[in-house]
């Protein structure tokens, strides 16, 4: 079992960053590959990035490919996701997720945080 909290969404305009960071509680966060999923409203959940259990493996989607950077801190117990260039359509609840692969975690993750709201305004 894995507890996953969110935190660092906020308001910011177009062509700026923000830091998303995720802590994990529990003793096995290394165990855990982890990602970041998205929902705007109206719109399905969906994957945005994912890092493996411990060799920094990174996988994106396309649409924030370049703009944004997983990493994770095992001894911290936290992932992060850096956003820059931010823009309109990356409006969403994003959320932390934890599986025990890399694939699975980009496919279906059995433990979710909470979400945090990113806005960005044009």
């Known amino acids: 079992q894995v507890q996953l909290v969110e935190s660092g969404g906020g308001l910011v305009q177009a062509g700026g960053s923000l830091r998303l960071s995720c802590a994990a509680s529990g003793r096995t966060f290394g165990s855990y590959a982890m990602g970041w999923f998205r929902q705007a409203p109206g719109k399905e959940r969906e994957f945005v990035a994912a890092?493996?259990?411990?060799?920094?493996?990174?996988t994106y989607a396309d649409s924030v490919k370049g703009r944004f950077t997983m990493s994770r801190d095992n001894a911290k117990n936290t992932v992060s996701l850096q956003m820059n260039s931010l823009k309109p359509e990356d409006t969403a609840v994003y959320y932390c997720?934890?599986?025990?692969?890399?694939?699975?975690?980009?496919?279906?993750?059995?433990?979710w945080g909470q979400g945090t709201q990113v806005t960005v305004s044009s």
């Open positions: 997720a934890a599986e025990r692969s890399i694939v699975g975690v980009t496919i279906g993750p059995s433990y």
């Open positions: 890092i493996s259990r411990s060799d920094g493996t990174t």
